[in-house]
């Protein structure tokens, strides 16, 4: 038997531990420090349960559920956090403009997320939000990974990436807040 609160207090512990190892919590206050730890921890133990189909076993692993790759919590806080700016984006010019495969791509995983809250409402599955959300995260992060945005040297593709950036922060936040789970805004 796992106590409740000796369980929250590890995890926050290990999110504080993993997240100073990475260097994710440089040129942060204590303060702002103790909130992202907290903010990772629990989001990585609501993440690990939530994801699960509630008609499956699962096994809890806190060092797992705390990685910063993979399907976790914190990947996709990691990825929240990593966004420039929030700001609007006009979507419908997309497939006019000369955007790139994956811009196009992100628009259209972004235009899925009401019909996957209903689906999970409907079902009675936060799981398929948590999947939604980690692959959004995962292509927004191989987007991220392959494309500049803040040093690409045309202003108006530049303008689009962040707002496409904010865009996909935004649903993500949603996402998580869904789950229960709140994300930074830096980490």
């Known amino acids: 038997v796992v106590d409740a609160d ?9 999110a504080r531990e993993m997240s100073a190892e990475l260097g994710k919590l440089d040129g942060c206050s204590e303060e702002e420090a103790n909130a ?11 993440y690990f349960i939530l ?17 910063f790759n993979g399907n976790t919590g914190p990947f996709i806080q990691y990825t929240h956090a990593r966004k420039a700016t929030e700001a609007g984006i006009d979507f419908s010019a997309a ?5 790139l495969r994956e811009e196009i791509d992100l628009v259209k995983t972004l235009t ?11 079902n009675f599955a936060p799981s ?8 959004l995260a995962k292509q927004f992060n191989g ?13 108006a593709t530049r303008t689009m990436r962040l707002r496409l950036a904010g865009q996909v ?19």
């Open 95 to 99: 497939v006019q403009a000369d955007y």
């Open 112 to 122: 899925e997320y009401p019909s996957v809250v209903a689906a999970a409402g409907e």
């Open 36 to 46: 992202v730890s907290t903010m990772v921890g629990l989001g990585a133990l609501k």
């Open 51 to 67: 994801k699960v189909d509630p008609r499956k076993t699962m096994l809890f692993d806190p060092r797992e559920s705390i990685d």
């Open 6 to 14: 000796d369980l929250i207090a590890d995890m926050v512990a290990t």
């Open 128 to 135: 398929v939000i948590g999947a939604y959300v980690y692959e």
């Open 169 to 187: 922060a935004r649903v993500i936040r949603r996402g998580m807040n869904l789950l229960g789970i709140d994300v930074p805004e830096r980490m």
């Open 143 to 155: 987007y991220y990974h392959d494309h500049s945005i803040l040093r690409e040297e045309d202003a």
